[in-house]
């Protein structure tokens, strides 16, 4: 294959809590799954260059491998800005570079998210167009389809247009990557009549009235579950404490379930039966799935991960970062952002 049949995206490997013990496994398994895939390993090389043998990495799967070496890492206790001045030969820092420079068309990393966030929004910049990045969560919802939240972190504090925008760029990600025709938006409010919620809410479902796109009102917080709308907007704060406390509380069912299964001999033997069913509704909610969350208004595709996400969550990273590359979702949020901007010029 011809070196642009590639979609190179820039692995940060020594990011998250396991580090290259599980980054290095997905890209295994990424590389296997994705003929397509060049993989640029961004990390210690030292640390890096023994392990792909072991893995399976070699032949014509390592030749889909670069190994791109940087000096240190970002701890999780260390400020989110350290990449600017203190730590510029990160993994996090390096991996972004090599978006910057054309080497590669994005960048996976499950470390430090703030930093990331840094990263791709300093060192990779801000589509024209876009005010404020943001990073979406892709909720499994029961019904089967997932939803869409924006923004779960990276704008605590917004204006009604930034939730506008973030709302539109949610929109195109749905149809453009995740194959959701005409994807119903929502605001996300505490009831579903127009008159409810806060002034930003309410001015930010008024922009979306008339920004071409199918705009449903307000959504409540069950309709991200229940799939009501395909995309809901809120700022970072809210939409953070959402996700958090639906990561929670999905693992705490999870657990829950099990111990009540186990806790006595008939639930045991009735485990057994109900296995098939159990995996079924546990890959449903399981947030590796879908791999990481997508940072949206960026020139390049970067997908931050669960820091303690395992080899599966790193492939499906991955594997949601060729699937923006392939859908060229840049280039529709960033037409998409001019229409609009024209048009509230129109109005003026």
């Not at 290095?24 to 990424?30: T, V």
Request: proline share 3%.
């Amino acid at each position: 294959m011809r070196d642009s049949d590639f979609f190179r995206i820039a692995l940060d490997v020594m990011g998250g809590d396991h580090g290259l013990h599980v980054t290095l496994p997905g890209a295994a398994m990424s590389l296997r799954a994705i003929p397509e895939l060049y993989l640029l390993l961004v990390g210690d090389s030292a640390q890096i260059e023994p392990q792909l043998a072991r893995l399976g990495i070699q032949g014509e799967a390592l030749a889909r491998t670069k190994i791109v070496h940087a000096s240190s890492v970002v701890t999780m206790d260390e400020k989110a800005t350290c990449i600017i001045k203190e730590k510029r030969d990160s993994s996090i820092r390096i991996a972004a570079e090599c978006v910057k420079r054309g080497d590669a068309c994005g960048m996976v990393s499950m470390g430090h998210s703030g930093a990331a966030m840094v990263a791709s929004m300093k060192v990779i910049g801000t589509l024209q167009g876009v005010d404020r990045p943001c990073l979406a969560a892709i909720f499994p919802s029961l019904r089967g389809t997932p939803t869409v939240l924006l923004d779960v972190g990276a704008n605590v504090k917004c204006k009604p247009e930034h939730i506008a925008q973030f709302a539109i760029m949610g929109s195109i990600y749905a149809e453009e990557v995740l194959g959701v025709p005409n994807p119903k938006v929502g605001v996300l409010s505490v009831g579903e009549e127009d008159a409810k919620g806060s002034d930003t809410t309410k001015q930010a479902a008024e922009y979306l009235r008339t920004a071409g796109i199918n705009f449903g009102g307000n959504a409540e917080g069950r309709d991200i579950w229940e799939c009501d709308f395909d995309v809901v907007a809120c700022d970072g704060f809210v939409g953070n404490v959402v996700l958090k406390s639906s990561e929670a509380l999905a693992e705490g069912i999870l657990l829950g379930l099990k111990d009540s299964l186990k806790s006595t001999l008939l639930g045991r033997l009735g485990g057994l039966l109900v296995r098939p069913s159990m995996r079924k509704f546990y890959k449903k909610l399981d947030y590796a799935e879908y791999g990481g969350a997508p940072l949206l208004g960026v020139k390049g595709i970067s997908i931050i991960g669960h820091g303690r996400g395992d080899s599966r969550a790193v492939s499906g990273a991955i594997r949601a970062a060729v699937r923006g590359a392939c859908n060229n979702i840049n280039c529709r949020i960033q037409e998409r952002m001019k229409r609009v901007a024209e048009g509230d010029s129109a109005a003026q």
